[in-house]
């Protein structure tokens, strides 16, 4: 079975690419760093593997997610190499390319975005590209579908294809430096040729993970060689023999094209979008349209109509066939109540959640998300993040455990644990249907405002957090912040649903699994006393757990033992709060629960159990997630106890103040 | 704003991974590049080079062409 791995800069259209080749999906954004662990398919028709690795600016990682690939080709020998480009930032990309080219794999090299490069009025001769490169070249506008099957024709026959050759003229100094170093390592430790060579070179630019490789093997003839190489600034003498070799290459096969020089898009956008005094206030509209469509303009309709659905036709329908097969009451009660109550009440708010991550989608897209990061920057600098961590965040809200993965192109180890502690605070999807129950209750009329006052809330708390934790680890002003501002895109639906889609069946698959067991857990508790079987949920067990913690929760106004046992429920998964509601009432119809809960509750209680529900532990995903990117269990457990703390502490704060004003 | 042209002139005061990043993205000493947009506050500046748009934070932008 042959593999073909895919490497490029980020933001060069890589993951699209690797999406029309094969038949598995994986996930695509217009910004840096979408692609944070590698991904796999097959080349459709046939049993190739490809590879999607992180882009990457070098093979010297400067942050985790570029780390895997230095790692994937110094572990890995792919039978071939895809090396995806940005046909307008050649001499960018063909760093990474002369790389990738002297490490001797087969190379198949991609100008993507070919349709950019001709908007800007020019192009290139592929011929003479090959031939100075020594490998194939061709071209493609991967969004546009063009050029896919050439692409998919070289990789068929991969085997056809010469190993890389690219000997670049380094300085005689280098050269022989390169020659002594690799006949040493060819002859001490049996590496081949080509990769001795490639080690060489690598070692001499201070590639950080070869350092390590080095020192590990106690690769002697690089090592002690080690400050010699310094001495004489290999590295730099490197960098500028590619750097030179690249614009002489560039320059002999450019080509002018006449009469397309046409005004650009990004220009024209960036104007508006990135101004110094409008950028702000347009990254607020446009995040209050989002939530706007989401809440109130579309998601919530559709929310609506399913429910009605469910609570209607579908529980009537199940209870009347139970009935009449005569099932015993027990098991009617965990059908109907139970199952789908919980997971249909769940289930209701696909079409909230949905239009969220498609608007989500839809900004990653088009590049605004890059824009985002930089009109943020100023802020986020101010509590010791830049505003890369800023995507991440805003990832957070579609799942904190994605958000946590995308803080792998946050540069500094500091400020990735950072983001990394605050994300749980931004309020992930999962919360939203217990917003949208309690708004309905018992805000009808101001519904995404609340919604927003909520988010709102949770971002406040993060920045306060972070801001902490920046005097707490010393941060120092030395953050790396270099953000590629790529060219807009017209967004294309096929992208913005596979992107949507992509985000959202995390959440149709726990509905499937987690949540269902959490439901039926909390039926068995609601329905079962010290007395047995109990038709009154006032008898169970759930409800005397929930009334030995009144104690605890009335300074926060909770005096429920429904809202207080629906908490714990909540660990599991956030989404279990609403289906736990839903079955401890008894009740598939959220219309029936709405009008319960706003009997015994009053708006100020609601709105400090949603703040505690927004702030308190995460989600067991969330906790494994954290521990598996800080490597530690004790990072995992703080962020348990100081969440809990930190809700604990607003809420009380919230209801004690609240209710001098309304008390 | 009127834009404004700029030669990189030194890497030097940069911490180590700024100017590997810089590096990377092709840009060098003796580069020539443009202002695009500057935010005020010395919020962060907008650089284009070779059709390519980079965000840098100001203190970075002032470093590279502080000789001008």
């Given at each position: 079975?042959?593999?073909?791995?895919?490497?490029?800069?980020?933001?060069?259209?890589?993951?699209?690419?690797?999406?029309?080749?094969?038949?598995?999906?994986?996930?695509?954004?217009?910004?840096?760093?979408?692609?944070?662990?590698?991904?796999?398919?097959?080349?459709?028709?046939?049993?190739?593997?490809?590879?999607?690795?992180?882009?990457?600016?070098?093979?010297?990682?400067?942050?985790?997610?570029?780390?895997?690939?230095?790692?994937?080709?110094?572990?890995?020998?792919?039978?071939?190499?895809?090396?995806?480009?940005?046909?307008?930032?050649?001499?960018?990309?063909?760093?990474?390319?002369?790389?990738?080219?002297?490490?001797?794999?087969?190379?198949?090299?991609?100008?993507?975005?070919?349709?950019?490069?001709?908007?800007?009025?020019?192009?290139?001769?592929?011929?003479?590209?090959?031939?100075?490169?020594?490998?194939?070249?061709?071209?493609t506008n991967a969004r546009g579908h063009q050029g896919i099957n050439k692409v998919r024709e070289e990789t068929i026959r991969y085997e056809a294809l010469h190993p890389a050759q690219l000997n670049l003229e380094y300085p005689p100094m280098i050269q022989q430096a390169i020659r002594q170093a690799?006949?040493?390592?060819?002859?001490?430790?049996?590496?081949?040729?080509?990769?001795?060579?490639?080690?060489?070179?690598?070692?001499?630019?201070?590639?950080?993970?070869?350092?390590?490789?080095?020192?590990?093997?106690?690769?002697?003839?690089?090592?002690?060689?080690?400050?010699?190489?310094?001495?004489?600034?290999?590295?730099?003498?490197?960098?500028?023999?590619?750097?030179?070799?690249?614009?002489?290459?560039?320059?002999?096969?450019?080509?002018?094209?006449?009469?397309?020089?046409?005004?650009?898009?990004?220009?024209?956008?960036?104007?508006?979008?990135?101004?110094?005094?409008?950028?702000?206030?347009?990254?607020?509209?446009?995040?209050?349209?989002?939530?706007?469509?989401?809440?109130?303009?579309?998601?919530?309709?559709?929310?609506?109509?399913?429910?009605?659905?469910?609570?209607?036709?579908?529980?009537?329908?199940?209870?009347?066939?139970?009935?009449?097969?005569?099932?015993?009451?027990?098991?009617?009660?965990?059908?109907?109540?139970?199952?789908?109550?919980?997971v249909g009440g769940v289930l209701a708010f696909i079409p909230q959640i949905f239009m969220l991550f498609a608007c989500i989608s839809l900004l990653e897209d088009s590049g605004y998300m890059a824009r985002a990061a930089l009109v943020t920057d100023r802020i986020m600098q101010m509590i010791g993040?830049?505003?890369?961590?800023?995507?991440?965040?805003?990832?957070?809200?579609?799942?904190?455990?994605?958000?946590?993965?995308?803080?792998?192109?946050?540069?500094?180890?500091?400020?990735?644990?950072?983001?990394?502690?605050?994300?749980?605070?931004?309020?992930?999807?999962?919360?939203?249907?217990?917003?949208?129950?309690?708004?309905?209750?018992?805000?009808?009329?101001?519904?995404?405002?609340?919604?927003?006052?909520?988010?709102?809330?949770?971002?406040?708390?993060?920045?306060?957090?972070?801001?902490?934790?920046?005097?707490?680890?010393?941060?120092?002003?030395?953050?790396?912040?270099?953000?590629?501002?790529?060219?807009?895109?017209?967004?294309?639906?096929?992208?913005?649903?596979?992107?949507?889609?992509?985000?959202?069946?995390?959440?149709?698959?726990?509905?499937?699994?987690?949540?269902?067991?959490?439901?039926?857990?909390?039926?068995?508790?609601?329905?079962?006393?010290?007395?047995?079987?109990?038709?009154?949920?006032?008898?169970?067990?759930?409800?005397?757990?929930?009334?030995?913690?009144?104690?605890?929760?009335?300074?926060?106004?909770?005096?429920?033992?429904?809202?207080?046992?629906?908490?714990?429920?909540?660990?599991?998964?956030?989404?279990?709060?609403?289906?736990?509601?839903?079955?401890?009432?008894?009740?598939?119809?959220?219309?029936?629960?709405?009008?319960?809960?706003?009997?015994?509750?009053?708006?100020?209680?609601?709105?400090?159990?949603?703040?505690?529900?927004?702030?308190?532990?995460?989600?067991?995903?969330?906790?494994?997630?954290?521990?598996?990117?800080?490597?530690?269990?004790?990072?995992?457990?703080?962020?348990?106890?100081?969440?809990?703390?930190?809700?604990?502490?607003?809420?009380?704060?919230?209801?004690?103040?609240?209710?001098?004003?309304?008390? | 704003?009127?834009?404004?042209?700029?030669?990189?002139?030194?890497?030097?005061?940069?911490?180590?991974?700024?100017?590997?990043?810089?590096?990377?993205?092709?840009?060098?000493?003796?580069?020539?590049?443009?202002?695009?947009?500057?935010?005020?506050?010395?919020?962060?500046?907008?650089?284009?080079?070779?059709?390519?748009?980079?965000?840098?934070?100001?203190?970075?932008?002032?470093?590279?062409?502080?000789?001008?």
């Amino acid at each position: 079975m042959a593999t073909v791995a895919l490497i490029g800069n980020p933001n060069t259209g890589k993951t699209t690419l690797f999406n029309s080749l094969t038949d598995k999906y994986a996930y695509v954004g217009n910004w840096t760093g979408v692609t944070v662990e590698k991904k796999q398919g097959t080349l459709k028709g046939t049993d190739i593997v490809i590879i999607d690795l992180p882009g990457v600016y070098s093979l010297d990682p400067l942050t985790k997610d570029e780390a895997v690939v230095t790692n994937y080709l110094m572990h890995n020998h792919p039978d071939m190499i895809l090396n995806v480009t940005n046909a307008s930032q050649l001499k960018r990309n063909l760093l990474l390319t002369i790389e990738v080219l002297e490490l001797g794999y087969p190379v198949v090299l991609v100008l993507n975005m070919i349709d950019d490069l001709r908007r800007a009025g020019y192009e290139y001769d592929l011929d003479i590209l090959e031939k100075t490169l020594g490998c194939k070249v061709t071209a493609t506008n991967a969004r546009g579908h063009q050029g896919i099957n050439k692409v998919r024709e070289e990789t068929i026959r991969y085997e056809a294809l010469h190993p890389a050759q690219l000997n670049l003229e380094y300085p005689p100094m280098i050269q022989q430096a390169i020659r002594q170093a690799s006949t040493a390592l060819v002859n001490d430790f049996s590496f081949s040729p080509q990769v001795a060579r490639w080690l060489a070179i690598q070692f001499m630019s201070k590639n950080k993970v070869i350092h390590k490789f080095a020192q590990e093997k106690k690769l002697a003839p690089l090592l002690n060689q080690q400050k010699y190489y310094e001495a004489q600034k290999f590295a730099d003498k490197i960098f500028e023999v590619r750097l030179q070799f690249i614009e002489e290459t560039l320059k002999s096969a450019r080509q002018p094209l006449s009469g397309s020089n046409q005004v650009e898009l990004t220009s024209r956008i960036d104007k508006v979008v990135t101004n110094p005094i409008l950028g702000l206030p347009i990254f607020v509209l446009i995040f209050f349209i989002m939530f706007k469509l989401s809440f109130d303009w579309v998601g919530t309709p559709l929310s609506d109509m399913l429910d009605h659905f469910i609570s209607g036709p579908v529980s009537s329908t199940v209870d009347n066939f139970l009935t009449n097969l005569g099932a015993i009451p027990a098991l009617r009660s965990l059908i109907v109540n139970g199952i789908i109550a919980g997971v249909g009440g769940v289930l209701a708010f696909i079409p909230q959640i949905f239009m969220l991550f498609a608007c989500i989608s839809l900004l990653e897209d088009s590049g605004y998300m890059a824009r985002a990061a930089l009109v943020t920057d100023r802020i986020m600098q101010m509590i010791g993040l830049n505003g890369k961590s800023f995507i991440p965040l805003i990832i957070g809200f579609g799942c904190n455990v994605t958000g946590i993965m995308a803080a792998r192109t946050v540069e500094q180890p500091k400020e990735r644990l950072i983001t990394t502690l605050i994300m749980p605070f931004m309020s992930c999807s999962a919360r939203l249907p217990i917003y949208s129950l309690f708004v309905a209750a018992f805000f009808p009329r101001h519904q995404a405002l609340i919604v927003l006052s909520i988010y709102f809330l949770g971002i406040v708390v993060a920045l306060g957090m972070a801001k902490f934790y920046q005097i707490l680890f010393k941060v120092k002003e030395s953050s790396v912040f270099v953000v590629e501002l790529p060219h807009y895109h017209l967004p294309r639906l096929d992208i913005i649903w596979h992107g949507t889609w992509d985000k959202g069946k995390g959440f149709i698959k726990k509905a499937g699994t987690i949540i269902f067991a959490g439901t039926v857990l909390i039926w068995v508790l609601s329905s079962f006393g010290t007395s047995g079987f109990v038709t009154n949920s006032a008898n169970s067990f759930a409800a005397d757990l929930g009334r030995i913690l009144v104690p605890v929760f009335k300074p926060i106004g909770l005096v429920q033992w429904q809202a207080i046992s629906a908490l714990f429920t909540g660990i599991l998964a956030k989404e279990v709060i609403t289906s736990s509601m839903m079955v401890m009432f008894h009740t598939s119809s959220k219309a029936f629960l709405i009008a319960s809960l706003s009997q015994f509750m009053t708006p100020l209680t609601a709105y400090a159990l949603l703040i505690f529900i927004l702030l308190y532990a995460p989600c067991f995903a969330t906790l494994a997630t954290i521990k598996q990117e800080t490597g530690s269990t004790k990072w995992m457990l703080y962020s348990v106890a100081s969440s809990l703390v930190i809700a604990y502490a607003i809420a009380f704060i919230f209801f004690q103040v609240g209710q001098l004003f309304f008390g | 704003m009127a834009q404004q042209n700029y030669i990189l002139h030194s890497f030097d005061c940069l911490n180590g991974a700024t100017a590997a990043r810089l590096h990377d993205m092709g840009l060098c000493e003796g580069c020539p590049i443009k202002v695009v947009q500057k935010y005020p506050f010395h919020g962060p500046v907008i650089i284009e080079n070779d059709h390519q748009r980079i965000g840098l934070r100001y203190a970075v932008f002032t470093s590279l062409t502080e000789a001008e």
